[in-house]
């Protein structure tokens, strides 16, 4: 009797011991923390793991040790593309109030996650009145990066000029009307003052059970072209050789990373500016002024990174890297037009506090290789960006590419999925519509996106739809049609041959937009916010 119970004990320890291990094995895994990283007007081809020459050994290690997306859509410009984002749809159902919508922070604030934001809010309101619990940054369009203060700092000229309606806060609700946030000293650099903050978000909340959404809105590299010298000085000599010759070594790259097919995406001929020439008709002044643009543009995408830097390791630090879903992209496709602003100082250096310039669509061209156009169009060039995905404790590194087409709108729904929150969360907007893309989980692990929509653009002149390897654009009244599967880089307009997918394609386009807007196309687009 007495080796009975034996036996039965040990059993039941037995069966203990199996039920304890598969209750650590099919234990649910902790909720990932979330960092958005967002860059400003960065071209597809400006980052190290996209074919650039610029030094992004951080960004580029998130993508070693992740997934790198071939297909990422934004909506090729700045607010529309931030709206929609943070709200998984797209911008036409909404406004630069976000109306009608429930915001990331509104959703995961209510399933138990912290909420932080630094950067810019290109909208008309302050972060924290829409689900956010912290926020630091500038609350309009872009700013000088150096002095964004109204007011000039001590030993500065005055900013170059003013954005109306442009802010700076902490927290508040209210909008502040002068810029107190603002060191006011030579130090300042708001990309380092963004990251500044978060780190400080992170130190206050290192030994807190929540996890974070810690949304990173930088504002580089859009113009004004400001850099330390430091990093200016990183770049000197290396776009001397002009345009094209970049451009190629770009393309070559890409080709050499299986980033670009070079038989399905040729390199197509330069689209020269207007009011800037070809290398070859500058004068050996221009040039060099012209070299100058493009070193302090890759001296901001040069700090962006190292930024960057600077939260992984923290995050390394604090024991958090492995179980973070960290995502970095761009909000559109690079910028090819120069900021008509006052006051000027024409005589300052390139890169400096008087500044205030952009590189130009020639460099916007370079940037944005191989693809056709910049920001504001919906070619590829406009609303193409970079995606990388990183997540150690659930997405296994991958060294080929993802080329599923996906869009800002699947971010909310990717989120969603991780995160185990429900939307809308706690937003209280009225007639909240529900998101119009598809998780990214299955992508990254292999799968096929279950998507069953075409993918929609529109901003200003422009205006299109993707729906399997073809993409029907446009800039202005014509159409064109283009076969991606054979050709990324928009060369053989196909929309007289195959006008039968031209006309459904449009069609469809027309019915997206009056279920947006509520409204027929009049062949108008509507006003758009400036920056």
């Known amino acids: 009797m007495n080796k009975q119970k034996e036996v039965f004990a040990i059993l039941a320890i037995l069966l203990i011991c199996k039920l304890n291990v598969f209750a650590q094995v099919t234990k649910t895994p902790t909720k990932p923390n979330i960092l958005i990283i967002l860059a400003d007007d960065m071209g597809y081809s400006d980052i190290g793991c996209y074919g650039g020459e610029i030094h992004t050994p951080n960004i580029d290690r998130l993508a070693a040790n992740g997934v790198k997306f071939s297909q990422m859509y934004n ?41 932080l934001w630094s950067g ?14 912290r926020y630091y940054g500038m609350i309009g369009g872009c700013e000088n990066h150096f002095n964004p203060s109204t007011e000039a700092a001590p030993g500065q000229p005055i900013p170059a000029y003013k954005i109306a309606g442009n802010h700076w806060s902490l927290d508040e609700k209210g909008v502040p009307e002068k810029s107190n946030y603002i060191p006011q000293d030579s130090k300042f650099y708001d990309t380092d003052a963004f990251t500044d903050r978060a780190l400080s978000w992170l130190e206050e909340y290192k ?25 200016i000085a990183k770049y000197k000599g290396v776009y001397d050789g002009g345009y094209e010759p970049i451009r190629l070594a770009r393309y070559k790259r890409q080709v050499e990373l299986g980033l670009v097919d070079p038989k399905t995406t040729p390199l197509p001929p330069m689209e020269i500016g207007e009011t800037k020439p070809t290398w070859e008709n500058l004068s050996p002044e221009e040039r060099k002024l012209e070299a100058t643009r493009m070193e302090v543009y890759a001296a901001m995408v040069d700090r962006l990174d190292q930024n960057i830097g600077r939260l992984l390791k923290r995050l390394e630090e604090q024991g958090k890297l492995e179980n973070t879903l960290i995502l970095f992209l761009s909000d559109n496709g690079a910028c090819a037009t120069d900021p008509k ?55 296994k590194p991958k060294s080929t590419w993802i080329s599923d087409p996906v869009h800002l709108v699947d971010i909310m729904p990717t989120i969603l999925s991780v995160s185990g929150a429900k939307f809308p969360g706690e937003s209280k907007e009225a007639n909240i519509h529900s998101t119009d893309g598809v998780s990214l989980l299955p992508a990254t692990k292999g799968q096929k996106i279950d998507r069953n929509n075409p993918l929609f653009y529109q901003f200003a002149k422009g205006a299109a739809i993707r729906e399997g390897q073809w993409k029907l654009v446009r800039l202005g009244p ?44 009049t062949g108008k687009a509507p006003k758009e916010v400036k920056d």
């Open 207 to 231: 030994k807190d059970d929540k996890p974070f959404l810690l949304y990173m809105a930088y504002t580089a590299p859009h113009w004004p072209l400001h850099a330390w010298p430091e990093d």
């Open 120 to 133: 810019k809010q290109h909208a008309e309101f302050n972060p924290v009145t829409r689900g956010f619990d």
């Open 478 to 521: 014509t159409w064109e049609l283009y076969d991606l599967a054979n050709d990324r880089s928009e060369t053989n307009n196909l929309v007289s041959k195959r006008p039968e997918i031209a006309q459904k394609m449009e069609a469809q386009w027309l019915a997206w937009w009056k279920d947006c807007t509520g409204n027929e196309w």
């Open 75 to 115: 909506t090729s410009k700045c607010f529309p593309t931030r709206a929609t984002l943070l709200t998984g749809v797209y911008y036409q159902r909404t406004n630069p109030n976000f109306q009608n919508t429930a915001t990331l922070g509104e959703v995961l604030r209510l399933a138990g996650y912290h909420t």
């Open 341 to 395: 602003v006052d006051h000027v100082d024409l005589t300052a250096p390139f890169g400096s506090v008087a500044s205030y310039v952009s590189y130009g669509q020639n460099w916007a061209t370079v940037s944005d290789t191989p693809l056709r156009k910049w920001k504001t169009t919906s070619h590829e060039g406009g609303i193409s960006t970079p995606l990388i995905v990183h997540w150690p404790a659930a997405i």
